[in-house]
Structure formats: structure tokens, C-alpha cells
């Protein structure tokens, strides 16, 4: 099985900050990674998926980038409603998925 | 537009059985498979298992083996998931959500249903 690794699991950042979210996978997959942003009380939301495409209405300050076994997400200038917990998703055992254990963006 | 509507929440004791659904509308029911996620207070998302609401095929987590039971209803647009012999481990919001081909990701989800398992 594809184990995902998040760093880091927390992170406490300022409005306007440039925040990086980092995924590895136990094994190569590609671009076969998906981020989804989630917020108290409320399913997650896909950001941006085959690594790099921005979903469409999600905000350019998001970008993603990596294949194979290192991925990031990048908030170019962190806004009051992205304070939430990011998480990637990885696609290429599909129909067999796997989540990364989470990022939490916290409001320093 | 698409529309995951998910039944309420559950209260359950251990060793008892829960079973959710998850009505789709706003697109074909048949095109997209449909997963299930979970994920216990204050924890990370944990894919549990699909299904392909069109043949009726499944999958699901190895961890989940024995346990749960993926079915649809073509006539009313819904899938289920039923979950065996709870443990109080298994309190979690489970979610349910569409794949979409197009992207290789979840672009639907449903609201969540909480279970709770206590004695």
C-alpha cells in the first residue's frame, strides 16, 4: 500500500504569509495526487488535482507542484479563509485511495 | 447542479450495525463512482471503500474487510454503506463522495452523517 506523509502536521502562519505544505509518498505515483482543503464542520473541497491543475474557482494563489514522491502545496499569500486543515490524496491504486494525515493552518 | 445528500445522524451500541445513505441527483447516477470517506472526531480523512453505481462492482480498504457492505438503489439514485459489529473506534462522520474521471479526484461530497457508537 502508498503511505502519504504530510509535513508539517501543524503549521501557524500570518495574513499574507507564503505557506508550502509537503507530501511524500512511500512510493512513486506519478502525478497522481490531489489536494483538498477542509474547514471546520464541513467536507473537504478539491484544490487542485494531477499534482499541478488548479480545480476550477479555486483561488491562483493556491499552486501545486511535484510527481512522483515529493509533491507540494503552495499558498502564495495566505487570506483570513484559508485558515484550515489541507490534505493530499494520492490516485494512482485507484479505486484504491489513500489520504495524507492532514496539515493544519493555523492563525499565528 | 449536483447535489450528495446523506441520511441523518446515528446512535449506536457496540456490536450493532449502521447504515447510511446517500441520495445523488443533478447528473447521471450511473457515470461516477461513488466512495466512502470517514473520519473520527479530531482526525484525518480514511478512504473506507467504493463503489461503481452503475455495474454494482465494489471495493473496499483492506481494514474494513468482513465489515462493510456497499450497495446501490439505481431507481432512486442512492448508494449505501452499511458497517458491521461497531466498535466504538468506528464514531466518525462518514462522508460519501463522487469521483470524478475527469479530474482523478472527489469533486462532490455529501454533508456527512455522524455515527456514534456508545454503550
Known amino acids: 500500500d502508498i503511505q502519504l506523509t504530510q509535513t508539517p502536521t501543524f503549521l501557524s502562519a500570518s495574513v499574507g504569509d507564503r505557506v508550502t505544505i509537503t507530501c511524500r509518498a512511500s512510493?512513486?505515483?506519478?502525478?497522481?495526487l490531489a489536494w483538498y482543503q477542509q474547514k471546520p464542520g464541513k467536507a473537504p473541497k478539491v484544490l487542485i488535482y494531477?499534482?499541478?491543475i488548479l480545480q476550477d474557482g479555486v483561488p491562483s494563489r493556491f499552486s501545486g507542484s511535484g510527481s512522483g514522491t515529493e509533491f507540494t502545496l503552495t499558498i502564495s499569500s495566505l487570506q483570513p479563509e484559508d485558515f484550515a486543515t489541507y490534505y493530499c490524496?494520492?490516485?494512482?491504486?485507484?479505486?484504491?485511495?489513500?489520504f495524507g494525515g492532514g496539515t493544519k493552518v493555523e492563525i499565528k | 447542479q449536483v447535489q450528495l445528500v446523506q441520511s441523518g445522524a446515528e446512535v449506536k451500541k457496540p456490536g450493532a450495525s449502521v447504515k447510511i445513505s446517500c441520495k445523488a441527483s443533478?447528473?447521471?447516477?450511473?457515470?461516477?463512482?461513488m466512495h466512502w470517506v470517514r473520519q473520527a472526531p479530531g482526525q484525518g480523512l480514511e478512504w473506507m471503500g467504493v463503489?461503481?453505481?452503475?455495474?454494482?462492482?465494489?471495493s473496499h480498504a483492506q481494514k474494513f474487510q468482513g465489515r462493510v457492505t456497499m450497495t446501490r438503489d439505481t431507481s432512486t439514485s442512492t448508494v449505501y454503506m452499511e458497517l458491521n459489529s461497531l466498535r466504538s473506534e468506528d464514531t466518525a462522520v462518514y462522508y460519501c463522495?463522487?469521483?470524478?474521471?475527469?479530474?482523478?479526484?472527489?469533486?462532490?461530497w455529501g454533508q456527512g452523517t455522524l455515527v456514534t457508537v456508545s454503550s
Open positions: 463503489i461503481n453505481p452503475g455495474g454494482g462492482g465494489t
Open positions: 463522495a463522487r469521483f470524478y474521471d475527469s479530474i482523478g479526484a472527489f469533486d462532490f
Open positions: 494531477a499534482a499541478s
Open positions: 490524496q494520492e490516485v494512482k491504486s485507484y479505486p484504491l485511495l489513500t
Open positions: 443533478g447528473d447521471t447516477f450511473t457515470s461516477y463512482y
Open positions: 512510493q512513486g505515483i506519478s502525478s497522481y
